[in-house]
């Protein structure tokens, strides 16, 4: 029997412990070495196998030998399940030794789940001796027993990298509730304030996410209408003229502006926020760009000069 260099970690619920203890004695007669996790809930013992065996794939060593695992339960499939929750986990549940052989070729399965129901000691010692023998893209089966050709051997070379990255790929990873509603979505531009786009997310009350490039400039202007906002990325400052104040905001910082308080904004970094306000949107200019880009840059020479 030609087995690669292997360590089982194994366990079982109630249903599956005495075919655990009968593979682990066949295991052992053949000189593999074992790690016996005992018996526990089939959830609770396959979670720690899987654990375990995803550990050993994730961070292998090329000086140890490979890490798989053997789990038993009922039906088989529970364990199955749980194992398959943790990354680099393939588990199988087989049944018959053909089970055993395409689990192998196809999936490289580094845990074999058995039912110690419906699977007997000799059953389940051929399936696990299969399982043990059969490399990675070996005929089974499945390939009628002939070689895998060869766009299949490939195909089932890349799924082992492409595999893993199911669930990442494309996924939306921001969690915030803000910026989940335009994650790849397109923001639309604000005609009248050069560098800024906006995206309105509902209606009465409205909220929106807002973007502007680094440098823009909003000019002191008023609206009918206080607004909240909320700083998502970048950094800018807001001039509230009417009360004399001035706010620095970065990531996270919030500020209200009152109905017809007069204010003009200064983007330093490319910046989105979420506003929320009540009532239809409307803007009126209490002074032009140009005007608005001076009376800024006067500001902050006077700041960094004293």
């Not at 595999?163 to 990873?173: E, L, M, Q, S």
Request: glycine share 6%.
């Amino acid at each position: 029997m030609s087995i690669p260099p292997l360590k089982i970690i194994a366990g079982a619920d109630s249903f599956g412990c005495s075919l655990k203890d009968t593979l682990l004695s066949h295991l052992r007669s053949l000189n593999i070495p074992v790690e016996d996790l005992g018996v526990s809930s089939y959830y609770s013992i396959a979670a720690e196998v899987g654990r375990r065996v995803s550990a050993a794939a994730t961070t292998p060593n090329s000086q140890s030998p490979e890490i798989r695992g053997l789990l038993a339960c009922g039906t088989g499939v529970g364990v199955s399940i749980f194992a398959n929750k943790f990354p680099a986990v393939t588990a199988a549940t087989c049944l018959t030794k053909d089970d055993a052989l395409n689990s192998r070729s196809i999936n490289n399965s580094n845990v074999l789940s058995l039912s110690g129901i419906a699977t007997s000691p000799d059953s389940a010692v051929e399936i696990l001796n299969t399982w043990l023998q059969t490399p990675f893209k070996a005929p089974c089966p499945a390939s009628q027993f002939n070689p895998w050709p060869t766009e299949i051997q490939s195909f089932l070379e890349n799924s082992l990298t492409e595999i893993p990255k199911i669930g990442a790929v494309g996924a939306v990873t921001d969690t915030c509730s803000i910026c989940c509603p335009v994650k790849n979505r397109e923001l639309n531009p604000v005609e009248m304030i050069p560098g800024a786009s906006m995206k309105i997310l509902r209606e009465t009350p409205t909220s929106a996410v807002v973007r502007f490039e680094a440098g823009s400039v909003e000019p002191a202007h008023h609206h009918t209408f206080g607004h909240d906002l909320v700083v998502m990325k970048g950094k800018k400052s807001v001039w509230n003229l009417s009360k004399k104040e001035r706010f620095d905001l970065g990531v996270g910082d919030y500020l209200f502006t009152p109905a017809g308080d007069v204010h003009r904004v200064k983007y330093y970094e490319d910046t989105e926020f979420f506003i929320k306000w009540d009532g239809h949107w409307d803007m009126f200019f209490d002074e032009d760009l140009e005007a608005a880009k001076n009376a800024i840059d006067e500001e902050l020479e006077k700041v960094s000069s004293v």
